[in-house]
């Protein structure tokens, strides 16, 4: 179930970049190498092997959009509590 609920994060991160949050290029890229590397880890938890350092990411992301986008850091937030759910 975290799984399914980590999905759905996701996909709302991916909708709220598809609508036009007004990021910078490497504010964007940025986003969406943070989804891949949660996607990736998401495969790697069918082999049991967490990445530590994936937590760390989200985190410093959250951080990093707090004050000027508060709607993705939220999503960001409930990301990392899916991945913590999930024992990541």
């Known amino acids: 179930m975290p799984a ?9 991160l991916h909708e709220q970049l598809a609508q036009g949050t007004p990021l910078s290029e490497e504010e964007r890229a940025s986003l969406y190498l943070l989804i891949q590397e ?3 880890q998401l495969a790697r938890q069918a082999a049991a092997a967490p990445d530590a350092t994936l937590v760390d990411g989200v ?4 951080e990093r959009f ?14 990392m ?4 759910n999930m024992g990541i």
């Not at 707090?66 to 990301?79: D, K, M, Y």
């Open 4 to 12: 399914n609920d980590l999905q759905q994060q996701l996909e709302a």
């Open 38 to 40: 949660i996607e990736v």
């Open 59 to 62: 985190n410093l992301a959250v």
């Open 66 to 79: 707090e004050a000027s986008h508060p709607t993705l850091a939220g999503t960001l937030r409930n990301i």
């Open 81 to 84: 509590q899916s991945l913590a």
